[in-house]
């Protein structure tokens, strides 16, 4: 079983920065394929960045620039570097993880509970 803990979510202005982590638990992280997702309130679930076992990443086209994924595998975590935040940035980040490269569909296995980011204008 693999354990998500997303953190580093809050409240900024418009134009300024947050670092999502995201904690992987057990010592299977260099394999997982992973991806951080966003949900505001009435919206669908959209895909925002995602990271390969191999490194190579992919964007929505609405973050492209802007946020940058990485992931630290001696640390076991994965992080979502956020600059230029806009208010429509606003929602519940959640990371995700699985065996499988979903890209930046929602069918990942393994979901952690989510970290609020809160962008006023």
């Known amino acids: 079983q693999v354990q998500l803990v997303e953190s580093g979510g809050g409240s900024v202005e418009s134009g300024g920065s947050l670092t999502l982590s995201c904690r992987v638990s057990?010592?299977?992280?260099?394999?997982?394929?992973m991806a951080w997702f966003r949900q505001a309130p009435g919206k669908e679930r959209e895909g925002v960045a995602g990271i390969d076992r191999f490194g190579s990443t992919t964007y929505a086209d609405s973050v492209k620039g802007r946020f940058t994924i990485s992931q630290d595998n001696a640390k076991n975590t994965l992080y979502l570097q956020m600059n230029g935040l806009k208010a429509e940035d606003t929602a519940m980040y959640y990371c995700a993880a699985d065996w499988i490269w979903w890209l930046l569909r929602a069918e990942y296995k393994y979901w952690g509970q989510g970290t609020q980011v809160t962008v006023s204008s």
């Open positions: 057990g010592n299977i992280y260099s394999g997982l394929y």
